[in-house]
């Protein structure tokens, strides 16, 4: 079944490490994204990525990075310069070129800090 | 800066209650409307996309309707399984292709 798979479910995170999560699709979306969903407030967006090798930064990109090597594959870093990194992560993805094509969603990855 | 408002931020209802969630927007010009099903701990479910003015989309128990202002999701007759997290979300005209903006979603509770 095609789909977004995001891993791990749960990450702790200690101070001043940084940790990776990671977002695979195979529904051949040229377009990525990772979105950060606090309690009682909407998605914002962190990044985005509508080509390979390409990405831009979203509302809220101090303190993340990303790459963009695969076509399937957008990982992102939560680096210790994310001073309040507590959040559920969500990786969405859809197709470009196309006009009012939905974003789809992965699972998600509950970040805490130890 | 594109904005979107919903309300109430929860609601509970009876089963077999009907009511409407509210989706107010502010953008430059609108591509798209979204709406989404969130259940705890899952990442959002695409429902519904809306492009103008007067259309409407139905899909089980679920209607959704756009006006240049606004954006209601009415659920008729609502079963405890349609107890969630609803998000809209706008694309406008003119932005990054496909960048949506949120609201902060109306958590949706419906007792047997």
């Known amino acids: 079944d095609g789909g977004i798979t995001q891993s791990p479910k749960y990450l702790f995170r200690k101070e001043g490490q940084n940790v990776t999560l990671s977002c695979e699709q195979n529904?051949?979306?040229?377009?990525m994204y990772w979105y950060r969903q606090d309690p009682g407030q909407g998605l914002r967006l962190i990044y985005y990525?509508?080509?390979?090798?390409?990405?831009q930064k979203g509302d809220i990109a101090e303190g993340y990075s990303v790459s963009r090597e695969k076509k399937e594959s957008f990982p992102l870093t939560v680096t210790s310069a994310q001073k309040n990194p507590t959040a559920f992560y969500l990786c969405?993805?859809?197709?470009?070129?196309?006009?009012?094509?939905?974003?789809?969603f992965g699972d998600g990855t509950r970040l805490s800090i130890l | 800066e594109d904005q979107v408002t919903q309300s109430p931020e929860a609601l509970r209802l009876q089963e077999g209650e009907s009511s409407s969630l509210n989706c107010s927007y502010t953008?430059?010009?609108?591509?798209?409307l979204f709406w989404y099903r969130q259940d705890p701990g899952k990442g959002p479910e695409f429902l519904f996309t809306?492009?103008?003015a007067g259309e409407e989309k139905e899909k089980e128990r679920l209607k959704a309707t756009l006006t240049k202002k606004e954006s209601f999701l009415h659920i008729t007759a609502p079963k405890p399984e349609d107890s969630a997290t609803y998000l809209c979300?706008?694309?406008?005209?003119?932005?990054?292709?496909?960048?949506?903006?949120f609201g902060k979603g109306i958590t949706l509770s419906v007792r047997p």
């Open positions: 969405a993805s859809t197709t470009t070129g196309v006009t009012y094509q939905p974003q789809h």
């Open positions: 529904l051949n979306h040229d377009a």
């Open positions: 990525s509508q080509i390979v090798n390409d990405f």
């Open positions: 953008v430059s010009g609108l591509r798209g």
């Open positions: 809306l492009y103008s």
């Open positions: 979300a706008v694309q406008a005209v003119g932005g990054a292709n496909s960048k949506l903006t």
